[in-house]
């Protein structure tokens, strides 16, 4: 089955690691080994993912025997806007289900539908924060 909203692997790797780390908040650094064993996904990626939410400020990355990530701000704080922004650039509202700007039809069939899914995940993204967002 397809999804109307599509989220890339890291995107949604982001959310779910900050998502663990912010339920660890104040506990100590997770290792990108366990984030990654938790979610079931490849280390290297996460790793890369971790190292783009490390360079926008939202995660504190510590090396050594003791090292981890964990946030940099208290979850609350954190919004999810920020972190799929962290990962994926700037988020843009799409007018078109194809995202095609090259097409030879003047107006896209679905323009209205495209617009107002991207519209309610752009502000769901804006209004909740990391401490919303519970991983079990």
């Known amino acids: 089955m397809s999804n109307m909203l599509k989220l890339s692997d890291a995107a949604a790797m982001g959310f779910h690691a900050m998502a663990i780390m912010g339920t660890n908040y104040k ?7 366990e984030i990654s064993e938790m979610l079931d996904v490849s280390e290297a990626h ?3 993912v ?10 504190i990355s ?3 025997p003791k090292g981890g990530s964990e946030l940099a701000k208290p979850p609350a704080k954190i919004r999810l806007i920020d972190v799929y922004e962290a990962v994926e650039g700037p988020f843009r509202i799409s007018d078109c289900l194809l995202h095609k700007k090259t097409m ?7 323009q209205g539908l495209a617009h107002e899914v ?13 401490d919303k967002v519970k991983i079990g």
């Open 104 to 110: 030879k039809c003047k107006e896209c069939a679905f």
């Open 50 to 59: 971790i190292q783009r939410l490390a360079k926008s400020g939202l995660v």
């Open 27 to 33: 506990k100590g650094p997770v290792t990108t080994k």
């Open 118 to 130: 991207n519209k309610l995940a752009m502000d769901y993204l804006n209004q909740t924060t990391v």
């Open 46 to 48: 996460m790793s890369k």
């Open 62 to 64: 510590t090396r050594g």
